[in-house]
């Protein structure tokens, strides 16, 4: 009874520990700016980003250049308009503003999810990508195409600032709900360690407790992929291509910051080991016979 009672307490434990990691790195990667930042900063030299906002900002070049001349574009308009934006989004500069323009759009998320204020009278929360377009206008210049660049502006959707506030709730709620899940997760391995028979019942039960933990830590691994590309899929819909690539690239932060809690398993394996070793001189032989007749 008590054996089936303990094996109850670290299995439940177990359960809760995949709820208590994904609460941890939402805490650790998602509520902090710094964290957020460095996160998606590798993105900056991924081709697929840049492909995407170089395309987004030629677009856009080209419907300005469209609007504001008072001639028709040149034939080789098209090309000198691509060429300029992918020679913008390939300068040295482009990961400083990368990274510049995602704090941006963090401290708007932080500031709808947090505080639930919306004082914005823009609805989407959004990437500022005008400094990319300022700067392939202005390299126009050198194809007879000058036109004022200072007032342009080009914003490429993330997320809905509804949609944000709607979610709000369950955000906080799994936060909160992740700490619980540590809390309970820590009584009941103490309750399995408390139960326990003796010291080698009590190492074995925290072993036990440990591996659990590094099992729960490879179930969030396994289930990163899948599901970064479940919600990249998600952000895409109605919004666009760099919604899809920063969404996958935040959700599969979740598997490296999961693999620390993998430490668990050969701490786990130590302990256990530790509580099968042989009592000293209860072990069966000569010299133990010998020594249980002297005592005699």
Known sequence: MRTALISLLLVVA?????????????HARVDDTDAYVATVAPL????????????????????DLDERLPFALPAMAEEWVRASADAVVANTGFPDFWREANRTVHEEFLRLVRDGVDDDEDDWVAVDVGPLLVSTLERLDRYGLAVSADDVALRVPMVRESTLLEQRD??????????????????????????GRGWRGRLRALGVGALGL?????LVILATWPAAEVAGRIAEEDRSELARLTTEVVVRSLAPYASWFLLAAPVGLA??????????????????????RLAT
């Open 44 to 63: 900056a030299d991924e081709p697929a980003l840049r492909e995407e906002l170089g395309r987004v900002v030629g677009d856009a070049a080209l419907e």
């Open 271 to 292: 302990l256990v080991a530790l509580s099968f070793l042989p009592r000293r001189g209860s072990g069966p032989g000569p010299a133990g016979r010998t020594s249980s």
């Open 214 to 218: 590094a099992l729960a830590a490879v």
């Open 170 to 195: 369950a955000y906080l709620a799994l936060r909160r709900t992740s700490y619980a899940a540590w809390a309970v997760w820590v009584l009941l391995v103490v309750l399995a360690v408390a139960l």
């Open 14 to 26: 177990t359960l809760l520990a995949p709820l208590g990691i994904v609460g941890t790195w939402l």
